[in-house]
């Protein structure tokens, strides 16, 4: 597709499907899977423990071992799609949402659950894991993933003939981060640059209480085409069509064609944080249209028809995912209390000695209270 | 007379403020039917319609700067920031704009506009829920920077800054949301701009605001225990700060301790130990001793017991300068 | 026009002219000019005024009467002919450049110079005017414009049967401005609410040194779609279709339709300011070939051939003129000094006591010292 | 050993960066053909070439975030901020994603970015043109902030600044520019994070920074007319604060006065007061006095003279101090 024919707001990719609600592969004349069945049924198996790890998180949130917990309920072939296109030199950029991206990228959830316990700001390592900090001001990391971008330019990680030395960023964030003030900086650093980034946008059709239609009156994706760069719309409850949207955005970014936007339709099924109650703001016959176009439900129903998985497959998952979820609920009481007396160690690079007088004093209060009791 | 959490006597305010002026306009992210998330402005939206409380899309120069350009055409806007650490984005229409714009005009032009701010920590919440950016705004020419401690005030406070002509920083403790306390509709309210007395005292004066009145209070109480008599003073108003009753009370005590969550380093509390030594140099029998959040970002919820000022630490304070 | 054919990037509409550069008038399908050449006469008498405004600021800066002069040579097609379209509602909301709109606008250019001079911050009545005052940080004003705008919503000014009820707001900013979040968010904001705003984007080509194409790779009309609203790209030297085009949006908004983009391609003829040396980033040629498009040479060449004007209304505009430039050089300098004292004043509506005794204290400190000398 | 503008000694320190390390990178508006509008990058991108001397499109959160990016990735950018009234649009960015994602990280990763801010008033110019911001950034964990006040320093301290692993704010003086002085490329240049006595004396100690560090001076040669002995110490470092430097010579003199440009209120000179006052209470003879800008917006540039601290208003300090 040329960049005219992909800007143009009558294009017939309009919405990107490869597998439909009901679990049917359907065509699409620019896109297609190119993975097996099995890597599918991997997808599936990363679609379903990620939808474990948060209903655990969720579960440990009510039984108040968590402060707070972003459900991603609904959005798992958005992110699992989306994370199976991520190449061995890429860099992730997440919101605070990503927990099945994390999955995929290697991320051990209790790790996830730290920040949320309040034991730890972010507890995974960024750089190994290629999977940056979760990002909690709406829509700042659209800008960090833009520089990350360009820095891979000058690394001489974009545009090489051999496709295995090229890398690009991707960054995520919500349909309400499209308002954001950065979000729109980072499409014109992006676009001016030629940066390798692909802004992959969940519009899960929610900011907190706000409907999609306050933010954009028009589809979301076309927003990327003012600024000179191709925007697509993706089911984002159908795991192939995105993730072979998802890589083919990626190759555009790799090979130093730009960056892409990618809206992912799709919905949060659950509350926008545990602190929410989705029923002061929207109809629950809009989660039950959303319950039939379920994405685990389709891929599942698919790859029983191809005979891809069966009852057995089913049954270890499930075991699989009972162990995940007991380890979760064993790791979380037991992550490490975080101590106030380490924090000034990781305000700078070098702790200024004003601030280690601080630190001491701190500490020499906090043990003589000890003491004291 | 009734009896009410603050939360509900600012919506109660803001309700009243809507209900006498309709220039009163109230504009932030899920101010609508969700009533924001802290449901300060519950109801309002079905009660005075979806044009006078408005849903803003999910920017906040855009909400502070579209609120300017309607107090530019005479409306009173008051706008909700979600939380304490999203008022960043909003600095510099904030700082460049609202508060100069009076200014700017030689006085022709008045931006009487509000912005609320739930802020500070001690909720267990997780980064950037906890700020307290207080100085920023009381560093900057021409805002006004106001913080009610109790129902009461709060339900005063916000109805005075919405009347008031120049733009206010209406900062909102959030962790006292929830605390209870009397407000009466016919009252004669406090002057915006005048700190209270809230016990007065003869050994030393603790100098507090917004979540840390509640702390100085009860340190107070814990030391008249050991027979130590310490005024205690509601800021109430960061900027300008009411210099009469800050300076008459150390004057008297000579002993002056100032309580804050933000970071020491900078923040309101320098300015008020700078004006008491500055103008009280022969009365202070100590140094003014600042008890504040440390010199960090604000660190993880599992370890702010140590990080905000409490009791003990007051305490530990107004020991170490009656010992001067 | 429809709002899909408006927003299409291959719209016929590409770059609207009425009067090309060699001052013939051309059709346009869709936009015409509806005034007279007596109306045209006294836009020519608008740009040479404003083009002699400048000009005289220009040389008051060399004298070193003015700290600084941002010359608008070149846009007073763009500056005239949008304003002639402003109607007895509307709210006009400049940048820093737009002398040419303040002129029409009724601001005495007396009142301009203060500013620059360091005599005033900004010295005229904006609410009488209905010209608000000039703003310095990129992009900011936009979205006072827009908040205007929802304002004259609610005064009830938007989409009256007696289109003499309406209002709307127009903000002018530059090419570079449009990289600002601020400005993005302008545009959501205008587009969720449809506000009755005209957002007028003079392209002069250069944000100070740096060219357009490092803002936008794409024509930056083309911004607007993206957001749901029309944007348009008119010839910004033609004083006729900037006329027509602006008249064709203010109409739009004030009937409730909601924000236009205008793209006002036009060129800084002059440097960024007086301080500026663009000799450092751009070639000479490339300020001929815009001579070439002036935009008075023009449309005096085409008045001429109509007859509408003739030596004897182009001597008499010079004398008149020539009067103008006189008032200003001696204005100028005679503009009050103002006092320090004064300053305290302006700070809050209601002066706070210590800012008062601030300002006692400064006032006998300088009388003190004045006895002292 | 040369002698050399500020400005070219900015830009000579960059050139050595950028030589010695190719991960330094430089991005802001006009710094690459134009040089800046101050010409303090100029030619370093026809050495260095486009790719590491960026012109940026204009958006300074998009600056900042963008090369917080880069540095997340090893590189060490120093953007510029064209003048310092621009930097509002950046704050969010500096304030909570610069100055935190070392502590957001426990310290796994580093930020070494310079964001340089040609900063203060003096030079006739218009509105947003002549701020002084170094509170805001002092007052925010995480963040360094230094400014030099000579062309030795502001080519020692910019390479120190880019050496270091933290963010450093970089405020350049910008009516001291075009003042000249000796460079010595040979020199072992003093600490990034230390303040230098520039003058010694007994009598009382003047405490200043970037543009007023010459009005300390010029102050201390008046007053030694008088027979007046001052001290005379230039800060450097204004986030973390050298409390010895300071300190020592306070508890020697008795006396201390705090010269800065920005608003008094909740200015550095609060800060240093307020620190002074506690930790040499006992030695102190006279209050901690400050000579600073007034709490008002910079006003009307005809009247910058009488706003900013001169000379006199010095002198007035000086003999208020003694007076006590
Ligand atoms: C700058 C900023 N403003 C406000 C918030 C509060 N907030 C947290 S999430 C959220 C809604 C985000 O919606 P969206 O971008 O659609 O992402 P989603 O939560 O749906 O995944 C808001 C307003 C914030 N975190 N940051
Ligand atoms: C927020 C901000 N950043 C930087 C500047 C410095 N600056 C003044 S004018 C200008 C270029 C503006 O270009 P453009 O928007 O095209 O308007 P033009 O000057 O061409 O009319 C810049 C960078 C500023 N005034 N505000
Ligand atoms: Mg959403
Ligand atoms: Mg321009």
């Not at chain 1, 707070?68 to 989306?82: D, I, K, R």
Request: charged share 25%; with cysteine.
């Amino acid at each position: 597709m040329s960049l005219e024919e992909l800007t143009s707001p009558t294009a017939r990719q309009d919405f990107i499907q490869l597998l439909d609600a009901e679990g049917n592969r359907v065509e699409h004349p620019d896109f297609r899977y190119t993975g097996t069945d099995d890597d599918l049924a991997a997808s599936l198996r990363d679609m379903v423990l990620a939808r474990r790890i948060d209903a655990e998180a969720t579960a440990l949130q009510r039984k108040g071992e968590l402060g707070l917990w972003p459900p991603m309920l609904g959005q798992e072939a958005a992110q699992v799609g989306s994370a199976h296109a991520v190449g061995p030199l890429d860099e992730v950029v997440p919101s605070y949402r990503e927990h099945g991206v994390a999955w995929c990228m290697g991320v051990d959830p209790l790790e996830l659950l730290g920040t949320f316990r309040g034991t730890s700001m972010v507890d995974w390592d960024s750089r190994a894991k290629r999977f940056h900090l979760y990002s909690f001001v709406i829509g700042t990391q659209t800008l960090h993933a833009v520089g990350m971008a360009m820095a891979m330019q000058r690394d001489g990680l974009v545009g090489n003939d051999d496709p295995a030395d090229n890398g690009a960023a991707i960054v995520y964030f919500g349909d309400g981060a499209t308002s954001q003030g950065d979000v729109n900086e980072a499409f014109i650093f992006a676009a001016s640059y030629a940066a390798p980034v692909v802004f992959f946008c969940q519009n899960n059709q929610w900011a907190i209480s706000e409907p999609i239609a306050l933010q954009s009156r028009i589809p979301l994706y076309r927003r990327a085409a003012g600024f000179g760069f191709p925007g697509v719309r993706v089911d984002g409850n159908d795991v192939l069509a995105v993730q072979a949207v998802t890589h083919w955005a990626l190759e555009r970014a790799r090979a130093g064609e730009g960056p892409t936007l990618i809206e992912a339709y799709t919905y949060r099924m659950g509350a926008h944080t545990t602190s929410d109650d989705p029923t002061k703001y929207r109809r629950a016959s809009e989660l039950e249209e959303w319950k039939a176009k379920d994405p685990i439900a389709r891929l599942t129903t698919y790859l029983r028809s191809t005979g891809a998985i069966d009852d057995a497959w089913s049954a270890a998952l499930q075991d699989e995912s009972d162990i995940l979820a007991q380890r979760l609920r064993a790791g979380c009481t037991s992550l490490a209390e975080p101590q106030l007396a380490d924090q000034w160690d990781r305000v700078y690079a070098d702790l200024p000695p004003g601030l280690a007088s601080q630190r001491d004093q701190y500490r020499a209060y906090a043990e003589s209270f000890e003491e004291a009791r | 007379m009734s009896t009410m959490t603050m939360a509900k006597a600012i919506n109660a305010g803001l309700r009243r403020a809507l209900a006498a002026d309709p220039k009163v306009l109230l504009a932030g992210e899920d101010i609508g039917k969700l009533g924001g998330v802290f449901r300060v402005t519950e109801h309002l939206q079905s009660e005075f319609g979806a044009d006078r409380v408005i849903d803003s899309p999910l920017a906040e120069s855009g909400i502070v700067g579209t609120a300017l350009g309607m107090a530019l055409r005479g409306y009173r806007p008051v706008v909700e920031i979600q939380f304490d650490g999203f008022v960043y984005p909003a600095f510099d229409q904030i700082v460049s704009q609202v508060s100069r714009m009076h200014f700017r005009s030689h006085g022709r032009l008045s931006v009487p506009m509000v912005i609320r701010i739930p802020y500070g920590g001690g909720i267990g919440a997780i980064e950037h829920h906890s700020e307290s950016p207080e100085a920023y705004f009381a560093h900057t020419p021409g805002l006004r920077v106001v913080t009610p401690s109790t129902p009461s005030d709060a339900y005063w406070m916000i109805q005075q800054a919405i009347a008031a002509d120049d733009p206010v920083i209406f900062l909102e403790p959030k962790r006292r949301y929830h605390e209870k306390g009397e407000v009466d509709p016919e009252a004669q309210p406090l002057p915006l701009h005048q700190a209270r007395v809230v016990k007065t005292g003869q050994d030393a004066t603790l100098l507090c605001y917004g979540p840390m009145v509640r702390t100085g209070v009860e340190a107070a109480i814990a030391a008249a225990e050991e027979g130590r008599d310490l005024e205690v003073i509601d800021l109430r108003t960061l900027s300008p700060l009411d210099d009469d009753t800050i300076l008459t009370s150390v004057a008297r005590t000579g002993r002056a301790i100032v309580v804050h969550e933000a970071a020491g380093s900078g923040g309101i509390g320098a300015e008020i130990a700078a004006r008491i030594q500055e103008r009280c140099f022969y009365a202070l029998q100590a140094p003014v001793l600042r008890v504040t959040g440390y010199d960090i970002p604000y660190p993880p919820s599992r370890t702010e017991d140590g990080f905000l000022p409490d009791l003990d630490r007051v305490l530990d304070a107004v020991d170490r300068s009656l010992a001067y």
